[in-house]
């Protein structure tokens, strides 16, 4: 069974994907402020990805209308997060004096896909693909905008539901991967192959997972992000990664109908929580249970604009934090203008709004993974795995805290519209709960490293005043009669060298031995000093000082 309305026609249709993956950090960077930026444009010519040139930058004709109503849609601390800010001009550095970097390859121009078997091919545009990268945080996000005219309901669906996995989930009985592409390629300028899936592949998938403990990469994907190579593919590259979230990819969706009004309950439940087509064997038009999805309205629905009236009328937005979809009137200018509709909002304001709440909890769950995989190299009898261990939790401390200042907030914006769908984002992907569980992680690791430091300190005070106190009865004792006690001032210069290594000697001995009975020692004189204690008490815990250490 298909979808309630399959005859409904998607005038326009946008997909953008945004793929978190976790940089592995480069060797001898660690405590460095981490730019991993900087190796992909040295690489030069052998690598595809262009470091995007600033349109905000000069007077290089490329700031337009829309770049404006872009920035001031955001509050100050988000622009300078986005953009950067000071003095710009036509010499000025892409994208310098921003905390994020852009890169872009170009020669990627479409991919044909086919959903399932027997399935006719779809062929999307490709607007751009791009890397996002941010000072000091070893993370980069995959950003990739398609575009397609004139599809079925049905064909935009199987489209969202199948696109942006990076491996596949299964093989049916017959060996064809499950929720993914039947096929997917990559297709140059003249419409030559660059890079097709190899999902079908199933021994691939399974002995990759078998070997490595970890999943293999479908090759469309790894051929798309090279230089940048899997950190458990076996191939050599400095710029390393590693999945972070789940191996679906946060996807955003504009789809202009001929009339949104004819899409069933069902079909917007569909897109909203983009469980893909129905099927034969589920044997309802929804995809769950009716009782779980009685709130579907209030809790994914942003229905301000879902009115017969106003510039865009019958617009309505779905959000379920993995998903952000905007559905409206093909007939309405308004919402197909890419400069200042609808669309342009989608492509822009949108977007950015998208990829703030899904870099933030991506960058969260970098600092976990560094926080679990400390404790798991962590060798409490290696003196070396111990300072190793100290130096990263110090480290994720500092970055936590520059990433708290530097990229955390719950408002981006005052614009009601823009600040509701942030709002629903950073909700349904429990950003703020995540947050207060990494800042605690981090700050018991901290405190606990503080209090083993103030341990340390105490114990090597205490066995200081033990030795400082015990050394105070042979000087005081020396000091006084040391006058008269040895007449070897007229000795030869060899006898007065004999004396000196000997008490040098004797005096050495007695400073280790006081210091290995330190403890000891120290426990005597707590005894020593207690005015409840019994002369008996006191020379019993004398006596422990001597006393056999018990297993």
């Given at each position: 069974m298909s979808t309630d309305s399959p005859l409904v026609c998607v005038r326009q249709f946008r997909q953008a994907l945004l793929w978190p993956l976790r940089l592995m950090p480069v060797r001898g960077s660690e405590g460095q402020h981490a730019k991993p930026w900087q190796l992909l444009a040295d690489m030069g010519e052998?690598?595809?990805?262009?470091?995007?040139?600033?349109?905000?930058?000069?007077?290089?004709?490329?700031?337009?209308?829309?770049?404006y109503n872009e920035f001031v849609t955001f509050l100050p601390y988000v622009q300078r997060f986005l953009y950067g800010e000071g003095l710009y001009s036509k010499d000025t550095a892409p994208t310098a004096g921003s905390p994020m970097r852009v890169f872009r390859r170009s020669d990627v121009s479409a991919v044909r896909v086919v959903p399932t078997p027997g399935a006719p091919a779809i062929t999307l545009d490709v607007m751009h693909v791009d890397l996002y990268?941010?000072?000091?945080?070893?993370?980069?996000?995959?950003?990739?905008?398609v575009k397609a005219e004139d599809l079925t309901l049905v064909q935009a669906q199987e489209v969202l539901y199948r696109f942006g996995r990076g491996y596949p989930a299964g093989w049916d009985a017959n060996g064809q991967a499950q929720n993914c592409f039947f096929s997917a390629e990559w297709l140059g300028s003249s419409g030559q192959v660059l890079a097709?899936?190899?999902?079908?592949?199933?021994?691939?998938?399974?002995?990759h997972v078998s070997r490595y403990r970890a999943p293999r990469i479908?090759?469309?994907?790894?051929?798309?992000?090279?230089?940048?190579?899997g950190d458990h593919s076996g191939k050599p590259g400095a710029l390393r990664y590693r999945q972070i979230e789940y191996y679906r990819m946060p996807l955003m969706g504009y789809l202009a109908l001929d009339n949104p009004r004819a899409l069933s309950r069902s079909d917007f439940i569909r897109l909203g929580l983009v469980t893909g087509l129905a099927t034969s064997s589920e044997g309802s038009d929804l995809p769950y249970a009716e009782q779980?999805?009685?709130d579907f309205e209030s809790r994914y629905c942003y229905d301000r604009f879902w009115t017969e009236g106003g510039a865009a009328p019958n617009t309505r937005y779905l959000c379920s934090g993995h998903s952000l979809l905007v559905l409206g009137d093909a007939n309405s200018a308004f919402f197909v203008n890419p400069e200042r509709g609808v669309?342009?909002?989608?492509?822009?304001?949108?977007?950015?709004?998208?990829?703030?709440?899904?870099?933030?909890?991506?960058?969260?769950?970098?600092?976990?993974d560094r926080l679990a995989e400390a404790l798991k190299d962590l060798d409490i009898a290696d003196a070396a795995s111990v300072r190793h261990f100290k130096?990263?939790?110090?480290?994720?401390?500092?970055?936590?805290?520059?990433?708290?200042?530097?990229?955390?907030?719950?408002?981006?914006s005052e614009q009601t519209q823009v600040r509701a769908l942030f709002r629903m984002c950073a909700n349904h992907l429990g950003t703020d709960p995540l947050y207060a569980e990494v800042k605690e992680r981090i700050a018991d690791m901290n405190q606990y490293l503080d209090a083993d430091s103030l341990r340390r300190q105490a114990n090597t005070v205490v066995r200081l005043t033990v030795v400082t106190i015990m050394g105070l009865i042979g000087t005081i004792t020396t000091g006084f009669l040391g006058i008269n006690l040895l007449a070897e001032a007229e000795a030869p210069l060899g006898r007065k060298m004999w004396i000196f290594a000997v008490v040098f000697v004797l005096t050495?001995?007695?400073?280790?031995?006081?210091?290995?009975?330190?403890?000891?020692?120290?426990?005597?004189?707590?005894?020593?000093?207690?005015?409840?204690a019994s002369a008996w008490q006191k020379l019993k815990s004398l006596a422990l000082v001597w006393q056999r250490a018990k297993d």
């Open positions: 052998a690598s595809p990805w262009r470091e995007v040139v600033d349109e905000y930058a000069g007077d290089n004709g490329r700031f337009q209308e829309r770049h990268f941010f000072l000091d945080l070893d993370l980069v996000l995959l950003n990739i905008e097709r899936s190899d999902a079908n592949e199933r021994d691939l998938f399974m002995a479908a090759a469309h994907w790894s051929w798309l992000l090279e230089p940048l190579v779980h999805l009685a669309l342009a909002q989608f492509r822009h304001q949108h977007f950015l709004l998208f990829l703030i709440a899904h870099f933030q909890k991506a960058a969260l769950l970098m600092f976990s130096r990263t939790i110090r480290n994720s401390f500092a970055g936590f805290l520059r990433f708290t200042h530097r990229y955390w907030f719950h408002e981006v050495t001995a007695l400073t280790v031995y006081t210091m290995v009975k330190s403890k000891r020692l120290s426990d005597f004189l707590d005894v020593l000093t207690d005015e409840r």
